[in-house]
C-alpha cells in the first residue's frame, strides 16, 4: 500500500497529523538507483491545484539530487499529475515543494520530502541532510535546533562514525547552550573530533578538506590557514606542502627569482602521479611561454594533463590558447585545440562536485545551455587553430578556418580571435562583421567597441557614421534590456511599509505613495557596495525627479543604524539631493522579500511589487532601473 509523502515526513520528523493522500510516493522507501514516482492528486481533498492546471513543477527547496533540476517539470495522466526519476548513487534526501502559476502546494508546517533508505535504513548523512534542510523548511520555527538535534542523534545510531555528523551536533549544541561554560564544552569537544580527523591522514587533501569544513563549521575560519601552516612544517614534502609553498612563491614579484624557487621545489617534491606539483607545472607553463621558451613550455604544459577527468577538453583548450596569446609553439597550439575539438562534447557545463567517495559529479544542465557551451567551445577551438596557422604564414587555412570557426557559434573568444586573423589579413570589413556580432549580443562591450571602431575605420574613415553605428547599439541595448525587463514583473501584493519615517520621524503613509511608482534603496551607512550604489541610483533620481508620477526613497535599514546616524549621513552628503528616510520595522526584509543590501524594490502605481534588485550590480543598474520606471509609465496602472 502506497503512503502519502506527508505520512513518510509524519514517520521520520514526527510532526502533526496533515491530509493524507494529496501527494504519493512510490516506493514507500526509496532506493539509490530504482525509479522513484511521485504523484499528485488533483482530486483529493485539500488539494490546491486543479484538475485544469496548465502545469505543475516539482521545485526543490533542499537536494542532494545533484543531477535533477532544481525545477522538474510534471507530466498530465488524467486528473493526477505525474514525475520519475531514479536517485543517483549519492542522494541522500531531499525536500521540495509544487507549483502551478502562482499557487504553492506544500504541507502547512513544512515542506515535502523524499528520504533515500539503504533497504529499510535511511542512507548515512540523509538524515544528517534532513537537519541541514530544515533551515530552508521552516527558517522561524522556535524549536528548530531541537530538530536538528534530534535528527543528528538518529543520524549518529545508525552511523556512529558519522564524522560530519559529530561536529554538526556539537555545533548545534553550542547554539542552543544557555552558558559560555556550556558552549565552551561543546566547542571543546568539536575541536578533538576535528583534531583527531586531520590524525587520520594530515597529508591527504580530502581528508584536510575534512578537516578545515569541521573548522568552518563550528565558526573557527581562522583556523582553517592555520592547520595548513602546521601540516606543512610537520610534513614539508608532502604534496600539499609544496602546494601551498608554490603559491606562497607565487607572490614573488621578482619573475627570475620565482621561476628558480618554483622549479627547485618542483625537483625536490615531485613524485610521479601526484597532485601536488601541478600548481606548479601550471606557474611555470605560462612563465616559460611568456619568454618565449616553447621546449620548458611545452614540458610543463605536458603535465597538466596526465589525468582525464571532466575538466580535461577545458584544459587543453587553455594551454593552446596560452601559446597562441604568446604566439609561441604554433603547431602545439594546434594540436593541443585539436584535441580538446576531439572531445569537445563533453565540454564541462555547470557545477561538478567531487566526493572522494563517489567522484566527480555532474549538476543538471538544460541541453540547450549544454549544447550552446559546446558550439561556443568549438569556435574558440576552431579560431585558435586559425590564428596558429596565420602565424605558421599558412594564410588560406587561416582564412578557412576562421570561417568555419563563425559557423559554429559566436563566443567572445573565438569571434576576438577570427577577428584577429582578419585584421592581420587586411580584411577589416569582415573583422568589423565579427566584432559587430559580438556586440549585437552585448552592445556593452567596450573592449570589443574599440577593436570594432579600429576595424570600421580602416575601411570606412568616417566618425559619424561609427557613431551612428554606436547609437544604433545604444537603441539596441535598451530595446534588448526592456524585452527582459517586461517578462520579469513581478506582480506581487503590496508590501507593508507601516514602519518607513522621513528624516524629521514623521511615518509615510499610503496616501504619500498612492498612484505612483516608488523606488526605494534599502541601505545602510555601514555597508559598502551601498555606497557604491548610490552614485547610480542618484543620476536615475535626477532624470525622473521632475516627474509627478515617480517618488524615490532612499531608506536606512541596517542594522545598528538609528534615526540620527541617517541624519548625520544625509548632511555629511549633501551631494545626494534624493529623498532619504529611515526604517523602525525590523522585519521589513521579510516583507519586501530581501535579506541582503542593498537591495532596490520598484512598486507600480497600484502600489504592486513589481522588480525587485537584490545586491549591487554595477554600472548597468542606472539603465536597468531607467527601463524598469519607463516600463511601468507605460502600463499607466493609476
Given at each position: 500500500?502506497?503512503?502519502?509523502?506527508?505520512?513518510?515526513?509524519?514517520?521520520?520528523?514526527?510532526?502533526?497529523?496533515?491530509?493524507?493522500?494529496?501527494?504519493?510516493?512510490?516506493?514507500?522507501?526509496?532506493?539509490?538507483?530504482?525509479?522513484?514516482?511521485?504523484?499528485?492528486?488533483?482530486?483529493?481533498?485539500?488539494?490546491?491545484?486543479?484538475?485544469?492546471?496548465?502545469?505543475?513543477?516539482?521545485?526543490?527547496?533542499?537536494?542532494?539530487?545533484?543531477?535533477?533540476?532544481?525545477?522538474?517539470?510534471?507530466?498530465?495522466?488524467?486528473?493526477?499529475?505525474?514525475?520519475?526519476?531514479?536517485?543517483?548513487?549519492?542522494?541522500?534526501?531531499?525536500?521540495?515543494?509544487?507549483?502551478?502559476?502562482?499557487?504553492?502546494?506544500?504541507?502547512?508546517?513544512?515542506?515535502?520530502?523524499?528520504?533515500?533508505?539503504?533497504?529499510?535504513?535511511?542512507?548515512?548523512?540523509?538524515?544528517?541532510?534532513?537537519?541541514?534542510?530544515?533551515?530552508?523548511?521552516?527558517?522561524?520555527?522556535?524549536?528548530?535546533?531541537?530538530?536538528?538535534?534530534?535528527?543528528?542523534?538518529?543520524?549518529?545510531?545508525?552511523?556512529?562514525?558519522?564524522y560530519e555528523a559529530k561536529v554538526a551536533l556539537l555545533q548545534t549544541k553550542i547554539v542552543r547552550a544557555k552558558t559560555a561554560a556550556e558552549k565552551l564544552k561543546y566547542?571543546?569537544?568539536?575541536?578533538?573530533?576535528?583534531?583527531?580527523?586531520?590524525?587520520?591522514?594530515?597529508?591527504?587533501?580530502?581528508?584536510?578538506?575534512?578537516?578545515?569544513?569541521?573548522?568552518?563549521?563550528?565558526?573557527?575560519?581562522?583556523?582553517?590557514d592555520s592547520v595548513r601552516e602546521v601540516i606543512m612544517k610537520r610534513f614539508p614534502d608532502a604534496d600539499v606542502s609544496i602546494d601551498r609553498r608554490a603559491s606562497i612563491?607565487?607572490?614573488?614579484?621578482?619573475?627570475?627569482?620565482?621561476?628558480?624557487?618554483?622549479?627547485?621545489?618542483?625537483?625536490?617534491?615531485?613524485?610521479?602521479?601526484?597532485?601536488?606539483?601541478?600548481?606548479?607545472?601550471?606557474?611555470?607553463?605560462?612563465?616559460?611561454?611568456?619568454?618565449?621558451?616553447?621546449?620548458?613550455?611545452?614540458?610543463?604544459?605536458?603535465?597538466?594533463?596526465?589525468?582525464?577527468?571532466?575538466?580535461?577538453?577545458?584544459?587543453?583548450?587553455?594551454?593552446?590558447?596560452?601559446?597562441?596569446?604568446?604566439?609561441?609553439?604554433?603547431?602545439?597550439?594546434?594540436?593541443?585545440?585539436?584535441?580538446?575539438?576531439?572531445?569537445?562534447?563533453?565540454?564541462?557545463?555547470?557545477?561538478?562536485?567531487?566526493?572522494?567517495?563517489?567522484?566527480?559529479?555532474?549538476?543538471?544542465?538544460?541541453?540547450?545551455?549544454?549544447?550552446?557551451?559546446?558550439?561556443?567551445?568549438?569556435?574558440?577551438?576552431?579560431?585558435?587553430?586559425?590564428?596558429?596557422?596565420?602565424?605558421?604564414?599558412?594564410?588560406?587555412?587561416?582564412?578557412?578556418?576562421?570561417?568555419?570557426?563563425?559557423?559554429?557559434?559566436?563566443?567572445?573568444?573565438?569571434?576576438?580571435?577570427?577577428?584577429?586573423?582578419?585584421?592581420?589579413?587586411?580584411?577589416?570589413?569582415?573583422?568589423?562583421?565579427?566584432?559587430?556580432?559580438?556586440?549585437?549580443?552585448?552592445?556593452?562591450?567596450?573592449?570589443?567597441?574599440?577593436?570594432?571602431?579600429?576595424?570600421?575605420?580602416?575601411?570606412?574613415?568616417?566618425?559619424?557614421?561609427?557613431?551612428?553605428?554606436?547609437?544604433?547599439?545604444?537603441?539596441?541595448?535598451?530595446?534588448?534590456?526592456?524585452?527582459?525587463?517586461?517578462?520579469?514583473?513581478?506582480?506581487?501584493?503590496?508590501?507593508?511599509?507601516?514602519?518607513?519615517?522621513?528624516?524629521?520621524?514623521?511615518?509615510?503613509?499610503?496616501?504619500?505613495?498612492?498612484?505612483?511608482?516608488?523606488?526605494?534603496?534599502?541601505?545602510?551607512?555601514?555597508?559598502?557596495?551601498?555606497?557604491?550604489?548610490?552614485?547610480?541610483?542618484?543620476?536615475v533620481y535626477q532624470k525622473y525627479k521632475n516627474n509627478p508620477n515617480v517618488m524615490f526613497m532612499v531608506v536606512n535599514s541596517g542594522a545598528n543604524n538609528t534615526l540620527?546616524?541617517?541624519?548625520?549621513?544625509?548632511?555629511?552628503?549633501?551631494?545626494?539631493?534624493?529623498?532619504?528616510?529611515?526604517?523602525?520595522?525590523?522585519?521589513?526584509?521579510?516583507?519586501?522579500?530581501?535579506?541582503?543590501?542593498?537591495?532596490?524594490?520598484?512598486?507600480?502605481?497600484?502600489?504592486?511589487?513589481?522588480?525587485?534588485?537584490?545586491?549591487?550590480?554595477?554600472?548597468?543598474?542606472?539603465?536597468?532601473?531607467?527601463?524598469?520606471?519607463?516600463?511601468?509609465?507605460?502600463?499607466?496602472?493609476?
Amino acid at each position: 500500500m502506497t503512503r502519502s509523502i506527508y505520512i513518510i515526513c509524519l514517520l521520520v520528523l514526527g510532526f502533526g497529523r496533515v491530509q493524507a493522500q494529496v501527494l504519493d510516493i512510490k516506493p514507500d522507501k526509496p532506493q539509490r538507483g530504482t525509479p522513484v514516482t511521485i504523484t499528485y492528486h488533483t482530486d483529493a481533498p485539500g488539494a490546491k491545484i486543479s484538475k485544469d492546471a496548465a502545469a505543475v513543477t516539482i521545485v526543490f527547496t533542499y537536494s542532494t539530487f545533484y543531477e535533477l533540476p532544481w525545477k522538474m517539470p510534471m507530466t498530465k495522466k488524467g486528473d493526477d499529475w505525474v514525475a520519475t526519476f531514479v536517485p543517483q548513487r549519492y542522494a541522500t534526501f531531499a525536500t521540495f515543494t509544487l507549483q502551478s502559476g502562482d499557487i504553492v502546494e506544500k504541507p502547512a508546517d513544512k515542506h515535502f520530502s523524499i528520504p533515500v533508505y539503504d533497504g529499510a535504513k535511511r542512507v548515512k548523512s540523509g538524515l544528517l541532510h534532513e537537519s541541514y534542510s530544515l533551515s530552508a523548511q521552516m527558517p522561524k520555527a522556535p524549536d528548530l535546533q531541537a530538530l536538528k538535534q534530534k535528527l543528528q542523534e538518529q543520524e549518529l545510531e545508525n552511523y556512529p562514525n558519522n564524522y560530519e555528523a559529530k561536529v554538526a551536533l556539537l555545533q548545534t549544541k553550542i547554539v542552543r547552550a544557555k552558558t559560555a561554560a556550556e558552549k565552551l564544552k561543546y566547542r571543546t569537544e568539536a575541536r578533538k573530533i576535528i583534531a583527531a580527523k586531520l590524525e587520520e591522514n594530515p597529508t591527504f587533501g580530502g581528508n584536510i578538506n575534512l578537516v578545515t569544513m569541521g573548522y568552518l563549521m563550528i565558526g573557527e575560519k581562522t583556523r582553517v590557514d592555520s592547520v595548513r601552516e602546521v601540516i606543512m612544517k610537520r610534513f614539508p614534502d608532502a604534496d600539499v606542502s609544496i602546494d601551498r609553498r608554490a603559491s606562497i612563491i607565487a607572490k614573488d614579484k621578482d619573475s627570475v627569482g620565482r621561476t628558480a624557487k618554483l622549479e627547485a621545489l618542483l625537483k625536490k617534491g615531485e613524485k610521479p602521479g601526484e597532485e601536488g606539483s601541478t600548481s606548479i607545472h601550471d606557474m611555470l607553463f605560462e612563465h616559460y611561454a611568456s619568454v618565449h621558451d616553447s621546449v620548458k613550455a611545452l614540458r610543463h604544459a605536458a603535465k597538466l594533463v596526465v589525468k582525464a577527468n571532466p575538466y580535461t577538453p577545458e584544459t587543453l583548450k587553455d594551454i593552446a590558447a596560452k601559446l597562441t596569446e604568446y604566439k609561441v609553439a604554433p603547431a602545439a597550439a594546434i594540436n593541443y585545440a585539436q584535441r580538446s575539438l576531439k572531445i569537445a562534447d563533453q565540454w564541462p557545463v555547470g557545477i561538478i562536485r567531487y566526493f572522494p567517495e563517489y567522484g566527480y559529479i555532474p549538476s543538471f544542465v538544460a541541453d540547450s545551455t549544454r549544447a550552446q557551451a559546446v558550439a561556443d567551445a568549438k569556435c574558440t577551438l576552431v579560431s585558435i587553430i586559425a590564428l596558429n596557422n596565420l602565424y605558421q604564414g599558412n594564410q588560406k587555412a587561416a582564412l578557412n578556418y576562421a570561417a568555419q570557426a563563425m559557423a559554429y557559434a559566436y563566443s567572445r573568444e573565438g569571434l576576438l580571435n577570427v577577428a584577429s586573423v582578419y585584421q592581420q589579413t587586411n580584411n577589416n570589413q569582415k573583422a568589423f562583421d565579427a566584432l559587430w556580432k559580438l556586440l549585437l549580443k552585448n552592445p556593452t562591450d567596450t573592449v570589443v567597441l574599440k577593436i570594432a571602431k579600429t576595424n570600421f575605420l580602416k575601411f570606412n574613415n568616417s566618425n559619424t557614421e561609427f557613431a551612428a553605428k554606436v547609437d544604433e547599439l545604444k537603441a539596441l541595448e535598451i530595446a534588448q534590456l526592456t524585452r527582459k525587463l517586461k517578462k520579469e514583473l513581478m506582480n506581487k501584493p503590496h508590501p507593508e511599509l507601516s514602519g518607513l519615517v522621513d528624516l524629521e520621524g514623521k511615518a509615510v503613509t499610503p496616501e504619500m505613495l498612492k498612484g505612483k511608482i516608488v523606488i526605494i534603496d534599502f541601505w545602510a551607512t555601514w555597508c559598502v557596495p551601498c555606497m557604491q550604489e548610490l552614485p547610480y541610483l542618484h543620476n536615475v533620481y535626477q532624470k525622473y525627479k521632475n516627474n509627478p508620477n515617480v517618488m524615490f526613497m532612499v531608506v536606512n535599514s541596517g542594522a545598528n543604524n538609528t534615526l540620527t546616524d541617517a541624519q548625520n549621513w544625509a548632511k555629511k552628503n549633501q551631494q545626494y539631493t534624493f529623498p532619504i528616510y529611515y526604517n523602525k520595522d525590523k522585519d521589513i526584509g521579510e516583507k519586501v522579500g530581501f535579506t541582503v543590501i542593498p537591495t532596490i524594490a520598484v512598486l507600480d502605481q497600484n502600489g504592486s511589487l513589481q522588480y525587485r534588485t537584490i545586491g549591487f550590480e554595477g554600472e548597468i543598474l542606472e539603465k536597468k532601473l531607467s527601463v524598469e520606471i519607463d516600463i511601468l509609465l507605460q502600463e499607466k496602472k493609476i
